[in-house]
């Protein structure tokens, strides 16, 4: 008798649980909440064509200067 009343609980936990995330994706679904990105020049991105040399000259300047500036940056 125990058992069935502990099966029980834990079904109807399970449905509760199932039952609220199926409702928080249906609420998140709506339009209101999906964006769609711009075109990368919209925000200011422009495509440098770097080489991987200069990509990582620029990755270990920017590091030094993090580094430097920053010394309680783990």
Same mark, same amino acid.
């Given at each position: 008798?125990?058992? /069935?009343?502990?099966? /029980?609980?834990?079904?109807?936990?399970?449905?509760?649980?199932?039952?609220?995330?199926?409702?928080?994706?249906?609420?998140?679904?709506? *339009?209101?909440?999906?964006?769609? *990105?711009?075109?990368?020049?919209?925000?200011?991105?422009?495509?440098?064509?770097?080489?991987? /040399?200069?990509?990582?000259?620029?990755?270990?300047?920017?590091?030094?200067?993090?580094?430097?500036?920053?010394?309680?940056? /783990?």
């Amino acid at each position: 008798m125990r058992k /069935k009343k502990i099966k /029980k609980t834990i079904v109807i936990v399970l449905g509760v649980i199932l039952s609220l995330f199926a409702l928080e994706r249906l609420y998140n679904s709506r *339009a209101e909440f999906q964006t769609v *990105a711009e075109d990368a020049s919209y925000y200011g991105i422009i495509d440098a064509k770097l080489t991987t /040399k200069e990509k990582l000259e620029d990755f270990e300047y920017l590091y030094n200067v993090l580094k430097e500036e920053f010394p309680f940056l /783990k």
